[in-house]
């Protein structure tokens, strides 16, 4: 709901209401002609060395690995170029190219921007871009810039621009640290390969398939989650799950195992987190069309734990799925009783893949001791599933066992199952594991209940679905400066309003209509018997 305030002084305001990704606004390379004078090429890692460890690393829990990291350190300062717009304005640009990458995508351990200014990251040959991020999007101060990341960009090529308006003096922080190399398990529309799209495997099944049409509502709760390590990128699964204060906390389920060092007593910082919400097809058949790519980046591990193999993480607040425009997530409920209902299903992205679904009839009690990919599990603390329809690979980890009651029993630990496999065995950590933890279990950070049921005061718990999205931004922002307002005036945004060296005079009023954010600074002045008005 829109706030009133009405002020007869000088005042200076900061008004948050909703904040998205990003603007969804070409970047000025992309509309215009803009020069472009700095490239740096990048050496491309060794192809056989990544294999001899893929061949390693694809046998032990974690992440499955899509990209390689290659160390930078590229920041405005001592990279790129700068150009002088006509208006006043500044644009800086830095050019990437990383021979033979499917993709790219980046990371930066400093990251700020001022008010009004603008970056981006694209391709100019697929015209792929992200952006514009905006301070909005992001947290942290110039004395704290925070660590960030960008999603994927498709190809060899890529292109950071920096957006500085003539009123904003201050210089952003971007320092770029890490540029991921994309070898596999990158579903790129432009590659030349004439191949059904996506890596998973052909026995999978799409989540707008029959299989999942009872589904429908249960699936905008999964995303694929790509995590950061020191070896690279790699992709994992995970849902939104509900809490009892049905407030859209954007919790989210995963795998311990799929943490790759972060953990929430010693590192719960992952900010450099990507979550992909919604990336899937919009029919059953496999498409060589890319779905659109909607992402959140940032989170903060609040609970893990080895013993059921179970994380938690909630996304940061100005990156929340509920406010990004085309995605309306559900928060899964749960079950922590111990006991399941007869049979469900796992919603997952193999390698990375788009959404995929598959069915059991057959969900059991895994009543002794098993080792899961190297790790010794105690009896009674795992889920055993035989799949009837689809299956789970690499990638699918941490994904959630929803049986037919629609409650989340467990998230995916690991298993035989596969393609190749359709009776193997997958195993997931019980949520009723995971609520209390280990025996006499007493640090809130290592089981689930603290979080998802703060006075453990039920045993099920409904899902819930998404609140009404705001409308969406179509001007990112408005500047209303350097003007003396005499008569009622009413000033407009679906976005962002920004005003500056303004006096209101004559009895005057002025109003302020911005559906997301106001700034006002100053100079700014009401005199005596004006009024101001932000809505």
């Not at 170029?81 to 800086?92: A, F, M, R, T, Y």
């Not at 201050?170 to 059904?196: A, K, T, V």
């Not at 496999?286 to 980046?297: D, K, V």
């Not at 409308?471 to 990112?476: E, G, K, M, Q, R």
Request: hydrophobic fraction near 30%.
């Amino acid at each position: 709901m829109k706030k009133i305030i009405l002020i007869t002084m000088c005042y200076i305001l900061l008004l948050n209401l909703y904040a998205q990704r990003s603007t969804d606004e070409q970047p000025f390379g992309l509309k215009f002609q803009t020069q472009m004078q700095s490239t740096v090429a990048l050496t491309s890692p060794d192809r056989v060395l990544i294999e001899k460890e893929d061949l390693n690393n694809d046998q032990q829990p974690g992440a499955v690995r899509y990209a390689y990291p290659l160390h930078v350190n590229y920041t405005l300062e001592n990279s790129g170029v700068w150009q002088q717009l006509d208006d006043g304005s500044k644009l800086w640009k830095l050019k990437v190219n990383i021979s033979g990458a499917l993709s790219t995508n980046t990371y930066y351990d400093k990251f700020w921007l001022p008010e009004g200014c603008k970056f981006f990251v694209y391709n100019e040959d697929t015209k792929q871009f992200i952006g514009a991020i905006i301070s909005d999007f992001i947290d942290g101060s110039r004395d704290k810039p925070i660590e960030f990341a960008t999603a994927l960009i498709y190809e060899e090529n890529v292109i950071y621009e920096y957006y500085q308006p003539a009123y904003v003096n201050e210089l952003p922080i971007i320092s770029i640290s890490r540029i991921d190399y994309g070898y596999r398990y990158i579903n790129s529309p432009f590659e030349n390969e004439h191949r059904g799209f996506g890596d998973s495997g052909s026995c999978n099944i799409n989540i707008n398939c029959q299989e999942g049409d009872n589904w429908q509502r249960e699936k905008h709760a999964v995303a694929r989650v790509s995590v950061v390590s020191p070896s690279g990128s790699g992709w994992c699964s995970c849902a939104l799950i509900n809490n009892t204060n049905n407030d859209f906390t954007p919790y989210v389920l995963t795998a311990n195992h799929c943490l790759s060092g972060f953990d929430a007593v010693s590192n719960s910082n992952a900010s450099q987190w990507m979550f992909y919400w919604g990336y899937e097809h919009s029919g059953c058949a496999n498409s060589t069309i890319q779905p659109t790519h909607r992402t959140s980046t940032g989170a903060t591990v609040v609970a893990n734990n080895t013993y059921s193999d179970f994380a938690l993480l909630k996304i940061v607040a100005n990156q929340d799925p509920k406010n990004i425009s085309g995605v309306s997530p559900y928060y899964l409920g749960w079950d922590r009783s111990g006991n399941v209902g007869i049979g469900g299903v796992g919603i997952h992205h193999p390698k990375g893949d788009v959404k995929k679904i598959c069915s059991t009839s057959n969900i059991q009690n895994q009543s002794s001791q098993i080792t899961i990919s190297g790790q010794v599990c105690e009896a009674n603390t795992h889920w055993k599933v035989v799949w009837k329809s689809g299956t789970t690979e690499g990638g699918s980890s941490g994904s959630s066992l929803i049986d037919n009651n629609c409650h989340i029993v467990g998230q995916l630990h690991g298993g035989s199952a596969g393609c190749s496999n359709l009776s193997g065995l997958d195993y997931y950590g019980k949520i009723s594991v995971s609520w209390i933890g280990s025996s006499n279990e007493t640090n809130s950070k290592r089981k689930l209940q603290p979080w998802l049921d703060p006075n453990n005061t039920v045993s099920t718990l409904a899902g819930l679905s998404s609140p009404p999205q705001p409308p969406p931004c179509t001007s990112p922002i408005v500047i209303f400066t350097n003007q003396t307002v005499t008569t009622n005036q009413t000033v407009t945004s679906q976005c962002n309003i920004y005003v500056k060296n303004v006096t209101i005079s004559n009895n005057a009023k002025l109003i302020l209509d911005s559906f997301y954010k106001t700034t006002i600074d100053g100079p700014f002045e009401v005199k005596l018997g004006s009024q101001l008005e932000v809505k």
